[in-house]
């Protein structure tokens, strides 16, 4: 690219100060030194927007100056961001503030080193301007002491700790953002870690090049969103990925080890690797205990490789291999691996498993002989797994193996080749039947021309849909969709899932369709109201009570139709107290009006078919029961509800139902539905929820409430880590709470304290463990949460 000149950006800034012209003059010097001209580019249009947008010149001047040394810290592809970020928050806070947001990047870049961490924090400016507008200019007082002490992933859980708990209360919100408060430093404490990688990466860099006589790359990463634990150590590019911080390691007998012992382990078992591991081997065809079986080897032959050179290092790593105390409850194949690994490098160890003593003497004598081939590596992992195949109980999920026991060894991927990441390949995934065909719209001509072949059946290689239900002439208005009995689906909904792990979305992940259970008999949903009328009176009397009152008197208003006259008389003893009387001397009248639109959200995985211990029903039964009252209650109050529910059959179908649309009254067409209510399948909660919330923005309510009903965590048939779909929802739960959605959870599952807390919140849940009380308890629980 040509080199871009000043001159051709000028009319960016025509109506701008002589102050504005000069800053623009020095700082594209000094930008010009440490930006492409392809970064200058991008540089000047977005101060030209920032200008363009009439905020003041401070802010187009801080933008200048400011930038060029955030670039230096962490790349030019940080320009974007900062502009994109500027924007996002300049409709909510004032330039003064955007102006000191902007002079602290330098600070916080250099502090954090890294254009991922760095764009991660311009997103958490983001989100509290968005929830504590207050608090933002008493905390960029402060960045420089908070970044000194926190990780990226401290200082957000700090930031919405605080936003959150002083929601309203103004005053202590500025009091927690300035450090004033005993709350903000306990907090502050308690996120505080124990060893930055900040304050030493020149450290470790030195401290390898001491190893090796030659430079290596590190970079610091933030995965610890949910907890303290930061990501697995990892080698790509050839550069070390390192956790940005590391409390000291505490081993289960109370011998601790320090958090600049863990980084010295990591960077020298990542050099290791890059010094030693020549190729990588091809995994596709392996499963990953075989993965994991040769990559322990392959660990294994370059650390005792480096202790050849640099023996002093057997201690350091040693003492960060668990200890017996350390592995209770791990899975045995863990715990093999763990006593192989430490048997190899510890000659004092006692080796618990004799197969593994065995084994470790063939390792011995093949490093003798081939010490630098990476291919005995795969040879001897691919035997040693056949090996515990028979020896030990090889039965674990692929997710518990990320989690690695030995904290200093990275995630490998460094010796690894595949053709395409698992999550991001389509082949290889789990297709459910409903999606094995081709589905093709056609129009009304089509479809009649072609619907007398009768061998087309549930094989067929394509599926033809017609947008409306089709009624043939000789069918007395029955549709083909009730005679055959298919269901008509919706077009495609792609929803993002949220990874816990890599602390990103997975693109249009999950697809969802609409789907119609086919009707019941509106008898079976009137003979429930019949037989709960002693809780319907109940609820008509509480219905009653929550009915729109008509016209409402404020008093002690500003402003008003009459006079307060208590008020008033208030107001002039005052005055002749001599003291300044309020100015609140009117009575308001107001039109009392409920504003309230709810989504009941049922789960109907195949769990709800089991029985209620202690009665005759099903849980579907009971769902069936409390939904009809319910929907019987709001009929009589006028609120806007939906019901609906869900099920999935891996990502590929979340299946979702309507059941009562919103604005529809509890007429006979929607309690054949209700009856007509089936279980099946899996429980892929967070795009269900993600769809329901969509449905709630569409309405005008002031109050948009989404209840979800279910007997049990979230789970899917292609998915193995009981985290992951757990973490989605939450991630969903808070996507629709920055949307103004309330979002409750009502478990029947006696156990689900734990993690639907986790999902949903503290004072977001609740747990049932009688069920048979659901029909009388959720009508009661609407009424309390849209009062």
């Not at 390691?249 to 011998?255: C, I, L, P, V």
């Amino acid at each position: 690219m040509s080199a871009v000149q000043l001159s051709d950006f000028e009319q960016k800034f025509r109506d701008s100060s002589d102050i504005l012209h000069d800053a623009l003059a020095g700082s594209f010097v000094e930008a010009s030194k440490v930006m492409s001209p392809n970064g200058l580019k991008v540089y000047l249009d977005g101060a030209g927007a920032l200008h363009a947008m009439g905020k003041g010149e401070d802010m187009v001047i801080s933008f200048l100056e400011e930038t060029p040394m955030v670039v230096r810290e962490v790349g030019e592809s940080i320009i974007g961001e900062i502009v994109f970020s500027i924007m996002k928050m300049s409709s909510q806070t004032s330039s003064s503030v955007l102006v000191l947001m902007i002079a602290s990047l330098p600070n916080v870049a250099r502090r954090m080193s890294d254009f991922d961490l760095l764009k991660g924090y311009l997103r958490l400016m983001e989100r509290m301007i968005a929830l504590a507008p207050r608090g933002m200019r008493p905390m960029l007082n402060n960045i420089d002491q908070l970044t000194s002490k926190l990780t990226l992933g401290g200082l957000r859980r700090w930031v919405l700790y605080g936003a959150e708990s002083f929601k309203r209360d103004f005053k202590a919100q500025i009091a927690y953002f300035e450090l004033s408060s005993a709350e903000s430093m306990q907090i502050l404490e308690q996120e505080r870690r124990g060893t930055l990688f900040i304050d030493n990466q020149r450290k470790l860099q030195f401290y390898l090049r001491a190893f090796y006589n030659r430079d290596f790359f590190l970079r610091p990463t933030s995965g610890d969103y949910e907890t303290k634990k930061g990501l697995r150590p990892y080698i790509e590019y050839g550069v070390m990925h390192i956790p940005d911080a590391y409390d000291d390691y505490k081993h289960a007998s109370g011998r601790i080890v320090p958090g600049m012992d863990c980084y010295r382990a990591v960077c020298a078992h990542a050099a290791a690797h890059i010094m030693e591991t020549r190729v990588a081997f091809k995994g596709d065809d392996l499963n990953p205990l075989q993965v994991a079986c040769v990559s322990l080897i392959e660990d294994l032959r370059v650390e005792l490789n480096t202790l050849k050179k640099f023996p002093g290092m057997k201690k350091t790593w040693i003492a960060l291999h668990p200890e017996d105390e350390d592995l209770k409850d791990l899975n045995p194949f863990i715990v093999d691996l763990v006593d192989f690994s430490r048997a190899t490098l510890d000659q004092k160890y006692t080796v618990k498993q004799s197969f593994n003593s065995d084994f470790l003497k063939l390792f011995i004598k093949k490093m003798t002989k081939m010490p630098e081939s990476s291919a005995m590596s795969y040879e001897l992992g691919m035997k040693y797994y056949e090996l515990l195949k028979t020896e030990t109980d090889v039965k674990i999920s692929a997710s518990a193996l990320v989690s690695t026991p030995i904290i200093y060894r990275d995630d490998n991927r460094y010796i690894w080749e595949y053709e395409e990441l698992d999550w991001l390949s389509e082949g290889n995934d789990y297709v459910p039947v409903s999606q094995r065909q081709v589905r093709k719209n056609v129009n009304i001509m089509e479809m009649y021309n072609e619907l007398d072949v009768e061998t087309a059946g549930d094989d067929a290689q394509e599926i033809w849909t017609l947008e409306s239900e089709y009624f043939p002439d000789e069918l007395d208005g029955v549709s083909i969709n009730e005679i055959e009995g298919k269901e008509p689906v919706s077009e495609p909904f792609h929803y993002n899932e949220w990874d816990y792990q890599l602390q990103l979305y997975r693109p249009n992940w999950a697809t969802l369709y609409e789907r119609c259970l086919r009707k019941g008999d509106p008898e079976l949903i009137n003979k429930i109201l019949k037989t709960h009328k002693p809780i319907a009176n109940q609820l008509k009397n509480a219905i009653d009570r929550m009915q729109p009152q008509g016209l409402v008197k404020l008093k002690k208003q500003q402003e008003g139709s009459e006079l307060d006259l208590d008020a008033c008389v208030t107001a002039l003893a005052d005055i002749r107290s001599g003291i300044t009387p309020s100015d609140r001397i009117y009575v308001k009248k107001v039109q009392h009006v409920r504003d309230v639109s709810v989504n009941l959200l049922m789960d109907l995985s195949e769990s709800t078919n089991d029985m209620v211990i202690g009665s005759d029903k099903t849980i579907l039964e009971l769902m069936k029961e409390s939904t009809s009252l319910l929907s019987w209650a709001i009929d009589k109050i006028g609120d806007n509800l939906t019901i609906s529910g869900f099920a999935s059959d891996s990502r590929h179908d979340v299946q979702y139902y309507r059941f009562k649309p919103f604005h529809y009254s509890f007429n006979d067409e929607v309690k054949g539905r209700l009856a007509g209510i089936k279980g099946g399948l899996s429980t892929r909660m967070g795009t269900a929820i993600r769809h329901a919330g969509v449905d709630l923005l569409t309405q005008s309510s002031a109050k948009k409430i989404l209840l979800i009903l279910t007997d049990g965590e979230p789970a899917d048939i292609d998915v193995d880590d009981p985290q992951h779909l757990r973490m989605d929802a939450k991630k969903a739960v808070e996507e629709l709470r920055s949307h103004g959605i309330v979002t409750f959870c009502i478990s029947l599952d006696p156990h689900a304290d734990e993690y639907v807390s986790r999902i949903f919140g503290k004072n977001r849940f609740m747990v049932i463990d009688n069920i048979q009380k659901l029909p009388e308890r959720l009508p009661q629980l609407f009424i309390s949460l849209t009062k």
